[in-house]
Nanobody, 124 residues
Framework: QVQLVESGGGLVQTGGSLRLSCVAS????????MAWFRQAPGKEREFVSG????????SYLGSVKGRFTISRDNAKNTVALQMNRLTPEDTAVYYC?????????????????WGQGTQVTVSS
């Protein structure tokens, strides 16, 4: 059974940093895309960043480029999202997701597995 378990969310002030972690288990993720999405109250779920497990290729939402960095640790089956220079607009529940695909897609419907989410709140 595939499980994605996120951690690392919390409350931070504007300009601060957080590091989210997603531990994946239940199968090998070689050939998968791992991604982070976020959903703010009243808004649709939004792609934030993705990484191709095999070669580490990455993709980012425009508004987080240069502030967020996605990475993976193959040995630990873990994907991390380092978030710097956070703003109140980054406030949302952040979800880890996995897709059996070679392309880093931004549509939630393409992802097969999801974590339970972790809350990130940025105060002004």
């Amino acid at each position: 059974q595939v499980q994605l378990v996120e951690s690392g969310g919390g409350l931070v002030q504007t300009g601060g940093s957080l590091r989210l972690s997603c531990v994946a288990s239940g199968r090998t993720f070689s050939g998968y895309i791992m991604a982070w999405f976020r959903q703010a109250p009243g808004k649709e779920r939004e792609f934030v960043s993705g990484i191709r497990w095999n070669d580490g290729a990455t993709s980012y939402l425009g508004s987080v480029k240069g502030r967020f960095t996605i990475s993976r640790d193959n040995a630990k089956n873990t994907v991390a999202l380092q978030m710097n220079r956070l703003t109140p607009e980054d406030t949302a529940v952040y979800y880890c997701a996995a897709a059996a695909n070679i392309f880093i897609l931004s549509t939630p419907g393409h992802y097969n597995y999801w974590g339970q989410g972790t809350q990130v709140t940025v105060s002004s």
